[in-house]
């Protein structure tokens, strides 16, 4: 079955550093879609980003991520992190069919410091 | 912006316990879901729907059913509770532009 990998439980960082957390995926679907939750502390997970076609770069709220299915990839970056910026990230895919539910990667919490 | 509430928020019950947890969204939204989330695990979707009376089976199903009674309205029982599902779980729902729009949780302990 599908599944996605975020090889970083826990990131830890000074407020002002560049920060990217890596997801990478597999499945059989030749255009899977990819996401970026965020799930802040006592909130509802909600949407950051959804990937677009290949190779092509999307941003929100300051964050971008790239779909590369060349090499399954889906990583989140930011330029410089915000103490805001701590809390739980989960990668996801969904396969062509919207209707059924997102497999998401175990999450990585990001703890940003002063 | 879509609305997906629960209830209960907590939920305390003991091992054998008869559980229902309930989620209502007020989207017109075709798709829900229920997800459990584990320190370790991440989200795992348990069961979903296509509308109601529709149920679909997701990756852990074992030991919940669910119940779909309108487009509105998706329920998840735990007819036997054991202390394994002890649990947040999160319902969400989405229309068909892949965006899921989860709740605020419940948070299940099973003694």
């Known amino acids: 079955g599908d599944s996605v990998t975020q090889t970083e439980g826990l990131v830890t960082l000074t407020e002002g550093l560049p920060v990217m957390l890596n997801c990478t995926y597999q499945t059989i679907y030749s255009n899977p879609f990819l996401f970026w939750y965020v799930h802040y502390l006592n909130e509802s997970p909600r949407l950051l980003l959804k990937s677009s076609t290949d190779n092509k770069r999307t941003e929100h709220q300051g964050f971008h991520a790239t779909l590369h299915k060349s090499s399954s990839s889906f990583h989140l970056q930011k330029s410089s992190a915000q103490l805001s910026d701590s809390a739980l990230y989960y990668c996801?895919?969904?396969?062509?069919?919207?209707?059924?539910?997102?497999?998401f990667g175990l999450g990585t919490r990001v703890s940003v410091f002063p | 912006e879509a609305a997906v509430t629960q209830s209960p928020r907590n939920k305390v019950t003991v091992t054998g316990g008869n559980v229902t947890l309930s989620c209502r969204q007020t989207?017109?939204?075709?798709?829900m879901y229920w997800y459990r989330q584990d320190t370790g695990h991440g989200l795992r979707l348990i069961h979903y729907?296509?509308?109601?009376?529709?149920?679909q089976i997701g990756d852990v199903p074992d030991g919940y059913k669910a119940t779909r009674t309108t487009q509105e309205d998706f329920f998840l029982l735990l007819e036997l509770a054991s202390p394994s599902q002890t649990s947040l779980y999160f319902c969400?729902?989405?229309?068909?532009?892949?965006?899921?729009?989860f709740g605020p949780g419940t948070r299940l302990t099973v003694l």
């Open positions: 996801a895919l969904s396969q062509n069919n919207y209707a059924q539910g997102l497999t």
């Open positions: 989207n017109s939204h075709n798709y």
């Open positions: 969400a729902s989405s229309g068909q532009n892949y965006e899921q729009y």
């Open positions: 729907s296509y509308g109601a009376g529709n149920l």
